[in-house]
């Protein structure tokens, strides 16, 4: 596969990554999902695709891009670090609404945060551990 077919197809797989989730980000705001437990499958698959597919593409333009010990690296990290914190303590003190109208929200930044905490602990391997193999 030449060079030209390869980016484009990242292109293209970016676009459509990035357009998955605003539909279901838009739809989710203007509280469009059905509450029915057909319909909550259907979000919860969905809502996953989303998650999962952000933080894959994400991750690899991280990694593609951004040069080892960079400033823009490390604001992410620390981001990434400081999130999965302030869900848990606003999960613990109550301030995360479980209602039909906000639960895909928390459910997807949920979903976020556990992935932070995957993807951090992948990073911290590949940089102290695999690296003293």
């Known amino acids: 596969m030449d060079v030209t077919t390869k980016k484009t197809i990242q292109q293209i797989l970016g676009i459509l990554v990035a357009a998955n989730a605003i539909v ?14 057909r319909a909550i499958v259907f979000i919860d698959f969905w809502g996953r695709l989303c998650v999962y597919s952000l933080w894959f593409t994400c991750y ?18 620390l981001i990434v670090c400081i999130n999965i914190p302030v ?42 551990i695999q690296k003293n193999i």
Do not use: C
């Open 87 to 128: 869900f848990l303590i606003l999960g613990y003190f109550n301030k995360l609404s479980p209602d039909l109208a906000t639960l895909p929200f928390i459910d997807f930044w949920g979903r976020l945060t556990v992935y932070s905490l995957w993807f951090m602990a992948y990073e911290f391997y590949i940089q102290k």
């Open 60 to 77: 690899a333009l991280y990694r593609k891009y951004l040069p080892e010990k960079s400033i823009i690296k490390t604001i992410i990290i």
């Open 24 to 37: 279901f980000l838009v739809l989710a705001y203007f509280q469009a999902f059905s509450s029915t437990p």
